[in-house]
């Protein structure tokens, strides 16, 4: 795709579809290391909360999102079994620590 360069008040700056053509790339990258994941994601978190799930406080969103991204980094973890994925593993370990500061009633 040849480089496309839009102006504002004479500066020069990429065009909103080199943008777009740079997600689209990230995206195929990603969807060959973890096809399609997002569709099981919804499967796994259903599992976990099969009764749905009640947020009313800012504490309960914040380590109820936490907990999604644990989700969404241990199905991508999984996604390439049998190998490894050390980003992944690592981000699972941040995240269980963010959680416990959370359910830390002290805080």
């Given at each position: 795709?040849?480089?496309?360069?839009?102006?504002?008040?004479?500066?020069?700056?990429?065009?909103?579809?080199?943008?777009?053509?740079?997600?689209?790339?990230?995206?195929?990258?990603?969807?060959?290391?973890?096809?399609?994941?997002?569709l099981?994601?919804?499967?796994?978190?259903?599992?976990?909360?099969?009764?749905?799930?009640?947020?009313?406080?800012?504490?309960?969103?914040?380590?109820?999102?936490?907990?999604?991204?644990?989700?969404?980094?241990l199905?991508?973890?999984?996604?390439?079994?049998?190998?490894?994925?050390?980003?992944?593993?690592?981000?699972?370990?941040?995240?269980?620590?963010?959680l416990?500061?959370?359910?830390?009633?002290?805080?």
């Amino acid at each position: 795709m040849a480089s496309q360069m839009a102006t504002h008040r004479g500066e020069k700056m990429a065009h909103p579809t080199e943008h777009i053509a740079e997600a689209l790339e990230t995206f195929k990258e990603r969807n060959k290391a973890y096809g399609d994941n997002y569709l099981t994601h919804g499967y796994v978190m259903k599992a976990l909360f099969p009764d749905g799930v009640d947020l009313k406080t800012e504490k309960e969103y914040n380590r109820f999102g936490i907990v999604n991204m644990m989700v969404a980094k241990l199905t991508r973890y999984c996604q390439g079994w049998p190998a490894a994925h050390q980003d992944s593993i690592h981000d699972l370990g941040v995240y269980s620590f963010m959680l416990e500061s959370l359910d830390d009633d002290s805080v």
